[in-house]
């Protein structure tokens, strides 16, 4: 699986926005690397650069000076809908007679294509096949007859699927977040002004605070001049979709997501595993580095109870000890070619190199955040044999991912998903493993202080919070119907 995309916005009292946002992208780079950009608006004209690459790559110094304004959006992008190319990256930006828009997108929407073929029909002409273009000429549409307000109301009731926004109309900076608050977005007081980001990691290293998250279904308008902000709950549903995964997996561990520290969650979802599924070996370890958080609440849960649920004696050294037995290499990228099958098989040796001192001789459990295709977990296990561990139990500090996600997160498909088809003995057996055990989502909700329907798991599930076609859904849910209207030609 790889990262989403990540959003952000500011409102400064005369200090160009600019600076403040590629700071903020920096933040924000684990959730996409194909391409960042920054739109701000001086109060006169837009101003717009978006390039293909890192952040420290799409930006130069002279880029920056270009891009004056005291009110801007930034984006990093990793596409899950849409070319990868630089005609949808973002910030999507459009002028149109009642101003200019730029637009940042986190999410997935499942009715783009009905909505584009709509706008095109009746004069929208679109430079992308991405679905954030969708919402930036329905937006504009609705602007030409509309306030503000009432404008993104009118989208929001069009457009289906999941989507937190950083917008710019002119020089006015605003974030909406979907009813079902399925991508995260916060909000963060600034010294001289206020901003919007998909994750509080990104306020803080601007030094701000972060005041709270956007609701589901909730718009927030920066004022002017970063004086504060005005909110307006434009839908309510009862029942939200939080995605599981960005506590599990996405977010930075130092970011706080629906009011919940990620790396604490992460812990408590390593507790719960040991409580779930302890096994008694020699060492515990993480698969670097989205295991340890849950491999650190693990080796905890199991110096306080035994693998039965006993309690451990205070004097009692039995339990099972962290270590830190898989070093990474971080300058392996993850699109360095592998022609060969054997080639393919080696690859997570240049990623994962075994400190042969913590494994030899000893039983040992791994701890990951997931498995997907079973390629690398089958690797891994064999890496450890190879270094000489007695027994090699895998633990999983998430539910088996048994479906695709069509919300954000750029996924396999069932074909290629190793839990689609198989069960857990199966997958146990396949990757060689001396026990494999998956956290259930029951004790994911419960770590994370949910009830299961306020929690999108259609990836561990099969029923999705969403109306999408030929997928089952977990409550009831239906798309607009955003066909037969008549619609304003585009100027």
Same mark, same amino acid.
């Given at each position: ?65 270009? =891009? ?48 584009? @073929? ?106 002017? @001049?970063?004086?504060? *902000? ?14 599981? *995964? ?43 580095? #989205?295991?340890?958080? *849950? ?40 699109? *360095? ?31 990951? @955040? ?39 997160? @750029? ?11 198989? #069960? ?14 998956? =956290? ?52």
């Amino acid at each position: 699986m790889t990262e989403k995309c990540g959003v952000v916005g500011v409102s400064l009292d005369g200090r160009d926005a600019a600076r403040p946002l590629y700071y903020a992208l920096y933040a924000l780079q684990h959730r996409g690397q194909e391409s960042a950009g920054i739109v701000t608006h001086d109060g006169f004209q837009q101003h717009s650069h978006v390039e293909m690459g890192l952040v420290g790559d799409a930006f130069g110094e002279g880029d920056l000076d270009e =891009l004056t304004g005291a009110a801007g959006i930034g984006h990093v992008r990793y596409p899950t809908a849409g070319s990868v190319d630089s005609s949808c990256a973002q910030p999507f930006s459009v002028s149109f007679k009642s101003g200019s828009l730029g637009l940042s997108h986190n999410g997935n929407l499942v009715n783009a294509d009905e909505i584009r @073929d709509e706008l095109a029909a009746a004069g929208h002409a679109f430079t992308s096949d991405g679905d954030t273009e969708v919402i930036a000429h329905d937006l504009a549409r609705n602007l030409l007859e509309e306030d503000l307000v009432r404008a993104v109301k009118h989208t929001m009731g069009r457009i289906h699927g999941s989507y937190s926004l950083t917008i710019t109309h002119d020089d006015t900076v605003l974030g909406v977040r979907d009813p079902q608050g399925n991508r995260p977005l916060c909000i963060g007081e600034l010294e001289d002004g206020y901003i919007l980001a998909s994750e509080s990691a990104a306020i803080d290293t601007l030094d701000g605070e972060l005041v709270r998250d956007v609701r589901p279904g909730e718009l927030v308008v920066l004022q002017e @001049d970063g004086e504060g *902000f005005d909110s307006y709950q434009l839908v309510e549903n009862e029942n939200t979709a939080h995605c599981f *995964f960005e506590h599990v997996y996405f977010a930075r561990p130092d970011s706080v997501i629906d009011d919940t520290l990620v790396y604490e969650a992460r812990r408590n979802l390593g507790r719960k595993l040991w409580e779930e599924s302890g096994v008694e070996t020699d060492v515990v370890m993480p698969v670097p580095d #989205s295991g340890r958080a *849950f491999a650190s609440g693990y080796a905890d849960a199991a110096g306080e109870t035994t693998a039965d649920g006993e309690a451990r004696d205070a004097d009692d050294d039995d339990g099972v000890e962290f270590a830190e037995g898989l070093m990474k290499n971080r300058y392996v990228g993850r699109t *360095f070619i592998m022609p060969t099958q054997d080639e393919r098989e080696r690859a997570v040796r240049l990623k994962l190199n075994p400190i042969k001192s913590t494994i030899e001789g000893k039983t040992v459990t791994v701890i990951d @955040d997931s498995i997907v295709r079973g390629t690398t977990s089958t690797q891994l296990v064999q890496l450890l044999k190879d270094c000489g561990a007695e027994a090699v139990h895998v633990r999983i500090g998430a539910p088996a991912i048994v479906a695709p996600c069509y919300m954000g997160i @750029d996924m396999a498909t069932r074909e290629e998903l190793i839990a689609a088809d198989k #069960s857990v003995g199966e997958i146990r057996d396949e990757i060689a493993a001396d026990s494999l055990a998956y =956290l259930s989502t029951d004790a994911v909700a419960d770590v994370l202080g949910k009830e299961r329907i306020d929690l999108c798991l259609g990836c561990v599930t099969g029923e999705y919070p969403y109306d999408i076609e030929g997928e089952e859904t977990d409550r009831d849910v239906s798309r607009p119907d955003v066909g037969g209207q008549q619609l304003p030609a585009d100027d």
